[in-house]
């Protein structure tokens, strides 16, 4: 399973390539507004050069016309770039265009298996189930990227599962567990997968036999 980083902060991208397990991003336009860009392109643009790998950036048009014509523009500014699509109508004529014309997409706002199958269908490189999101209405997100995975695998599509709207640790390894190609995480979650208690007061006790052993010495 590869994990991605869910921001658009430029800092934490930077930390979380340099601990060499971070291979994408993805964004969208709350989390460029969160992050406090103004300039879209220049956003993408320095995320794409740091981290050189999958990079999902959210089309806003509502018309088909419109999300093709913004895909197909946002995708020369980097090679990095995968467009992430909403599920609905208009999206899905969109995708259906763009991924005959080589542009990759990843599905996003996908609550259900249908719309996965859908975007399977249209031709995404991706989906993203929004697990969090199904989990705070009461419904069973990792149930559903569990689901898509094993359809997927039984026709045989070339569409990855990203596992997404990850809120804490237990979601990561329910993903694991679920099959999901790809988990994209806020930064504050790759800390908490990181670090352990028993891991801390280890390293501490190391360190204190290591310089009493040293004191004998
Ligand atoms: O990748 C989708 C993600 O950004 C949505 O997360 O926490 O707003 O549901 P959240």
Do not use: C, F
């Given at each position: 399973m590869h994990l991605y980083l869910d921001t658009a902060d430029i800092d934490q991208i930077r930390k979380g390539v340099k601990l060499g397990v971070v291979?994408?991003?993805?964004?969208?336009?709350?989390?460029?507004?969160?992050?406090?860009?103004?300039?879209?392109k220049s956003a993408v643009q320095e995320i794409c050069s740091?981290?050189?790998?999958?990079?999902?950036?959210?089309?806003?048009?509502?018309?088909?016309?419109?999300?093709?014509?913004?895909?197909?523009?946002?995708?020369?500014?980097?090679?990095?770039?995968?467009?992430?699509?909403?599920?609905c109508d208009a999206g899905l004529e969109a995708m259906s265009v763009l991924s005959k014309e080589n542009i990759r997409v990843n599905v996003t706002l996908c609550f259900s298996l249908n719309q996965a199958l859908l975007g399977a269908l249209a031709g995404a490189s991706y989906v993203s189930p929004f697990v969090g999101r199904l989990d705070d209405v009461g419904h069973d997100g990792m149930g559903l990227v569990a689901e898509i995975v094993s359809c997927f695998d039984r026709y045989g599509f070339g569409t990855q599962v990203i596992a997404a709207s990850i809120r804490h640790p237990l979601h990561c390894i329910a993903a694991a567990k679920a099959g999901a190609h790809i988990a994209t995480i806020p930064y504050g979650v790759l800390t908490q997968m990181v670090n352990h208690p028993l891991t801390t007061v280890g390293i501490a006790r190391f360190l204190e036999d290591s310089q009493k052993a040293a004191g004998k010495g």
């Open positions: 291979s994408g991003v993805t964004t969208n336009p709350s989390l460029v507004y969160k992050a406090g860009w103004t300039d879209y740091i981290v050189k790998g999958p990079v999902s950036v959210e089309v806003v048009s509502q018309e088909a016309k419109g999300m093709m014509e913004e895909a197909r523009a946002i995708a020369k500014w980097s090679e990095h770039v995968v467009i992430k699509i909403p599920m």
